[in-house]
């Protein structure tokens, strides 16, 4: 008996130091893995494979502007006289058997009855020997046998000197004396002239050097030389050359040194 609970003793005696054993070893169990936590990253930025840049402005280089034409029309520095014909008092006016020479607004009238009739109209501008003027001579009633133009010089040393246009497209030069009347320069096509009417011509006459040129509507027709030294009035003639009647205008007068 003594016996078999000494063996029953020594069993509970070796559970003892086997469960003492055992608690003495902790298991150590595998730290579970711990993932790294990965930082948290921003939205990585999109890259712009072609970016705005500011648009340059383009420098464009300056050219030289082309050298400006001589122009016809005289420099202000350079008028002797610019007319306008709203003076009344700077050209004749006269009414007749012949026809009319009136004032319009700004501008005058010679109005020639039919029948081979002449108007003329001196006016207060004394031309020099040198000068440049331009004119507006607008046919406002005219057929191709009537004609018209401007006095230069009228009764200087050397007579008067008409430069004359036909509503056909033609002009001359001639010189009245007192002993009679001189073709200086044959009748010839106008270059540029506007013909019949109503029509509008921008007349220049240049005279320099002992010689006149003439122009129409920017366009040389003719020179004439020698001149003597001259100087005399400006005037305007219309001339009807059959039983109808005829009408200039007259406008837009500038006389320059040439």
Known sequence: MQRRLLFQLLISLALVLFVGACGAEETVLPEPSITAALPTTE???????????????????????????VQATPLAANLIAADD?????????????????????????????????????????????????EINLDAQMCSSEDQFGLILWNDSSSGTFRVWFSCAGEVMLDRVLPSGTTVLQKWQAARKFQINSPATNRVGIRSQNNSVEVYVNDTHQFTYSPLNKLNGALGVIAQSGGEHAMTIRVSDLIISNP
Request: proline fraction near 12%; glycine fraction near 6%.
């Open 43 to 69: 939205p990585s930025a999109t890259i712009d494979w072609f970016p705005r840049t500011p648009t340059p402005t383009p420098q464009i280089p300056l050219t030289a502007q082309p050298t400006q034409p």
């Open 85 to 133: 014909f709203s003076d009344n008092e700077l050209w004749q006016t006269n009414t007749g058997d012949a026809g009319t020479v009136a004032y319009e607004t700004n501008a005058l009238s010679l109005a020639v009855a039919g029948g081979r009739n002449t108007l003329t109209s001196l006016s207060t501008h004394e031309l020099p020997s040198d000068f440049y003027l």
